[in-house]
Structure formats: C-alpha cells, structure tokens
C-alpha cells in the first residue's frame, strides 16, 4: 500500500491512473487521484466515476477569468477546458502568478512540485476541485 | 559536404560563418527582437529548419504573433548552434537533433563516431514577447532568463515573494521603500533564479524556489558585486560552484545567465563570466553588441569579450 504525501500532490489526468494504482506503492511518483482518503486503499471504481465526473463549470470559469486577466488576453481569444497556457504565451512567471492567483481565489495551496502540471484551464480546475474537497473533508 | 545555400529561393546574404567554441566560463549569447522580423520568405525559410515535430508545436500556438515568436526560437537554436565549427563540419540547422533530459530540459543529441557521448555544447533559451535569446556555453550546463525591464507583476510583489521566495529575499525586497525600485529588484531576482534552475536542469517544480536563496553582495573595489547561490533544502549540495551575470540587454530586458564554474581554474580567484553578445537577423545580419551601452553589467564578475 503506497503512503500518500499529502504534501506533494501531482495531478495526473484521471483516465491514465485508473489501472495504475496497484503500480503506485513501486512508483516513485505519490499518486494522489484515485485514492480513497479515508479508507485508505486504491479505489478504482471511484477514480473511474470521477473521470466522468469533471471540474465544475464554475472552476472552469474562474480559471478561465483568471487566466485571460494574467496573459491580457483580448475578448476574441476563446478559452476553453482545453486551452493550453504555453500555447496562448504564457511563460514560467505567467504560470506562477495565475497559480498564486488560484490559490487566493480558492483558498487553497499548490505544491510547487504540482505547478508544472498546470498547463492547461482543465488541469488547473481539476487540481482546485480536488484541493477545494480535501480541505473541506478535512483531510490531512 | 552539402551548400545548405542552394536550398533558399534568396541566397541568404550572411550565411552562417563557423565560429570557434566558446572557451572554458564563456557563454555566447545571440539574441532576436521578434518586430524585426516581417518578412515572410525569410520566416518561411526559417521554417524549413525545423523538425516535423517542431513544425506541429509552431502550429499550435494560438494567433500569428506567438506562432511568429515560436518558430523564431527554434530557428535561433537551430542557427546558432549551427555556427559552432567542430571538427571542420558545417553543420546544416536541419540535421540538429534534441531531445529532453530527465525534467524536461532540452538537450543537443551529440554525433559522436562512437556512438552517443554527451554534448560538449550545452544551450539554454528564454524569451519574452518583444526578444528571445539563446546562450551558447561549452562543458558547463547554462541557463539563461531575460524578462522585460518594465513587466508588471499582477500580484502584490511581497505576497509572491512570501508565497515563492526565501526569506532572506523577502526581507531585501521588503527593505526597498521605493515601489519601482523594488519591482525592478523583483524581476532582476526572479532572471536570477529562474537561470539557476534551469542551468539545473531541473526547472521551477523540481527545485522550488523557497528552498535556495540568491544573495547579491555588494561591489567591491573591484567594482563588481557578487552573486551566491546557497541551498536551504541541501545545506551540504555544492552551490558554490555555479557563477551567475545579470545585466541589462538591449535597454529593454534584464538577463541572467547562471553557468558551472570552470573546475580547472583556482577556486579562490573570482575568475570572471566571459561574455559576447550578438543581435541576429539568421541568415541576414549579425551584429555583435558586447561592449556597448547596449550591455550593462548589473551584478557578478563578467568580462565582455
């Protein structure tokens, strides 16, 4: 059974862990998603229903402000779950203030070891949501 | 041995000359400014550098600025590592293969007749909107950040550095009663520990920037201040063998440029960063600028050459 750091989340798309949980005690990388908190062993079938189960479209949205306010974005340029920041000119520091910014609006706190997988509007709500319910749930 | 010249529809009026390889704590650094560039045979030749894979990346960017911004860079790394003779070859931009290290950092893939050793030639490449720059070092791992001297930070500067920085960084940013001078202070320090850790290889999530901290001594009579790197997070890790420069480029942009220092030389004598800067249109016009106003040392020991 793999511990879980609760300090150094790494987002990973849900589809691609589902079946890699089992892997996750040898893996070196701490494998947040798909683990049931409080019982404390892998969970597939949750992770499975999560990926149906995506980023609630407020999230979305506020990334999605927060991210055209960074890059100064003109109201034409469509952003969507998918929008990647690198690719609308988003550099390292552009990343690091939007993630500050996130973490204030939410109320949450990124790892930097997370940061780099922040690259995309969806990503970064997802990561918020999970954050957003863990602190609620009292999580660790 | 393959005229790369007969290829372009222009026959390019300075093509890319070989040039000897940067010695031992010397970087090169050949620099573009996206606004010179408006002609589209010459961004289409620039395209035709590229990998298919690169071509696609270009292609991906959202608006014609960015997609410009992209290829530019690639082109630049392509040429400029293009002009370093070695062993007599010239060496086509198109036949340059990379690929990334461990944490993401792009690497030249070096043709050795045995086989793969790694490439003496290390670069590193930053850019912002209006100037994209790319340094060139030999056995030393470099990394390179420009910024533009006026970027606003969106967030309060003392709340990021408390969220981001060290301490001792916060306490010299909070000691700057003056709010641009203290932005200033703000971008210089981030150039400088943002070179750090991509000389590392590592990049922003793998060596967070809470856990080293960058002091800026002041000058000494020898006229230049020195610039530390001390790891909190490894006390015992060696940071005293990474020598950093910040200047000013082009009147524009800060730089920082963070190599290994040379392990032959004495480490008690401050030996200094030995620099050449060059503007370059690829294939146009190259213009070397070290020496001029156009490169103003700020901090640690640099010599232009």
Redesign the interface.
Known sequence: MAAVSASCLRFQPLFSQSNKSSQAAASLKPLSVGWAKNTGFPSLKASRFRVSCAAKPETVDKVIEIVR??LALTPE?ELTNES?FA???A???DT??IV??L??EFDINVE??????ITTVREAADMIDKLVQEKAGGGS | MRSFQRNFSVSPSCPLLPLQLPSPMETHVWFVLPDEFKSVSLLNQYMELLSPCEKENVLTMRGDQLQKRALLARALVRTTIARYQINNHVVDPRSLKFRKNIHGKPELVWKSDDGQCPSPLHFNISHTSSLIACGVTVNSPIGIDVEEKQRKIKNNILAFARRYFSLYEVEHLSMISDSEVQRQEFVKLWTLKEAYVKALGRGFSAAPFKTFTIRVKDATNSGASEVAVESSDHPESLTNNWQFGLFELASSHYASICMEKDKTSDVAMRVPMRLTVRKTIPFVEDICISGTDAVVPIAGLIKQV
């Open positions: 306010k960074q340029t990647k690719a609308l000119g550099d390292s520091l690091v203030e500050m910014a973490e204030e930097e070891e997370s940061s780099q997988n």
